[in-house]
C-alpha cells in the first residue's frame, strides 16, 4: 500500500499521487466504464463491417466488460462504505463479490465465443473490410493499453481487489485485440480462412484461464484467506522485537476491500501488572500498524505459564 510513493515527479502516477486510496479508486471505476462504453460502440460498427467472427468476440467480450466494470462502479463505492452498526468490519467484501460475477461474465463470454468459432469451422463465413478491422483494434489497443496501466497503478497504490480483477481482464483484452489483428489479416491478406475461428477459439481458451486466477483470489478473500507467509512472519517479527514479549501465537489474519485485519496473542511476564501489559501491547500494536498502515490490530495477552480456555486455530468445533 505503500506503492505511491515509489515513483519520481516525472513519473505518470504524479498527477494522482497526492489522492486518497478511495479516490483513485472511484476514478479507476468511472474511466473503465467510459472505456468500455466507447468500445463497445466502435467494435460493433466494424463488426457489421467485417463480418469477423473474431471481432463478434471483441465486442461480445466488451459488452461484457461495460457490464462488469458497472457493477464494479457500484461495488467499490459500498465497498468504501464506512463500518457502521450492522457491519463493524466495513463492506469490503463487496470487491470480491464483484470480482467473482466479473469472472461469471467473462465465462459466459468464453463460452458463446468458443461456441461460435466451432460452427464457423462448418460453415466458414467471409471476413471483410480488413483494414477497418485492423484499424478498429488497433484504436481499441491503445486505449485498452492507457486504461490497464493506470488501474495497476491504483490497484498497487489502493491493494483494490476489485480494481485488479478489473485490470486482470482488460489485460485479457489486449491480447484478445492483437489476436483479433492477427485473425482479420491472415483471412484477408493471406487468405487463410481458417485463422479466424481458430484464434476466436483460442481466446476463449484464454479468457477461462483468466476466469480461473480472478475467482480464486475473490473466493480466498471471502473465505478470509491469511495473508501471504511473508507478511505473516513480518507481524510476528515485528512482535518479538519488543522485549518483553516472551512469545506470539494465535495469529489470525484476512483482508476485506481495502482494510486489513490483525489478531494475535501475546505471552508475557505473568508478574506484570495489567496497565504494564496494556502499554506492552499497544507498543506492539503502534509496531505494527507502522509496518501495515491502516491496518486493524486487535492482541490479547496471556500470562506466561496460564492453561487458555479458547480454543485455539485448527482445533474441532465441538
Known amino acids: 500500500m505503500t506503492g505511491a510513493h515509489d515513483h519520481g515527479s516525472h513519473d ?31 467494435k460493433a460498427v466494424a463488426y457489421a463491417m467485417t463480418n469477423s467472427v473474431a471481432m463478434l468476440s471483441s465486442v461480445a467480450d466488451s459488452a461484457l466488460d461495460l457490464l462488469a466494470s ?14 457502521d452498526e450492522g457491519h463493524t468490519f466495513g463492506h469490503g467484501k463487496a470487491e470480491p463479490l464483484s470480482a467473482l460475477a466479473q469472472a461469471a461474465f467473462v465465462a459466459g463470454s468464453a463460452v458463446l465465443l468458443i461456441a461460435e468459432s466451432i460452427t464457423r469451422f462448418g460453415n466458414p463465413i467471409q471476413v471483410e473490410r480488413g483494414d477497418v478491422g485492423i484499424g478498429v483494434m488497433a484504436i481499441a489497443t491503445v486505449v485498452t493499453v492507457a486504461l490497464v496501466t493506470f488501474q495497476k497503478y491504483v490497484a498497487r497504490t489502493t491493494g483494490s481487489q476489485a480494481i485488479g480483477a478489473d485490470a486482470l481482464h482488460y489485460t485479457g483484452d489486449i491480447l484478445m485485440n492483437l489476436s483479433v489483428i492477427a485473425a482479420i489479416y491472415c483471412s484477408t491478406s493471406l487468405g487463410i480462412g481458417w485463422a479466424d475461428p481458430v484464434f476466436g477459439l483460442g481466446i ?8 480461473y486466477r480472478i475467482g480464486r483470489d475473490a473466493i480466498g478473500s471471502l473465505m478470509d484467506q491469511e495473508l501471504p507467509d511473508a507478511d505473516r512472519a513480518r507481524v510476528v517479527g515485528v512482535a518479538r522485537r519488543h522485549p518483553k514479549v516472551r ?16 489478531q494475535m496473542h501475546l505471552v508475557l511476564d505473568n508478574t506484570l501488572t495489567l496497565l504494564e501489559a496494556h502499554r506492552i501491547a499497544d507498543d506492539v500494536e503502534k509496531a505494527v500498524m507502522a509496518e501495515f498502515p491502516g491496518a486493524d490490530v486487535m492482541i490479547h495477552q496471556d500470562p506466561e505459564g496460564v492453561v487458555e480456555l479458547h480454543k485455539p486455530v485448527g482445533s474441532p468445533l465441538h
Do not use: K, W, Y
Open 70 to 83: 458497472g457493477l464494479n462502479f457500484f461495488a467499490v463505492r459500498h465497498a468504501l462504505m464506512p463500518a
Open 247 to 262: 512469545d506470539v501465537h494465535e495469529l489470525r489474519t484476512r483482508t476485506s476491500g481495502l482494510n486489513t485485519f490483525i
Open 12 to 42: 505518470h502516477s504524479g498527477l494522482f499521487r497526492a489522492a486518497p486510496p478511495s479516490r483513485l479508486m472511484r476514478i479507476a471505476t468511472i474511466a473503465a466504464v467510459a472505456c468500455a462504453f466507447s468500445l463497445v460502440a466502435i
Open 204 to 211: 476463449g481458451i484464454f479468457l477461462f484461464v483468466s476466469v
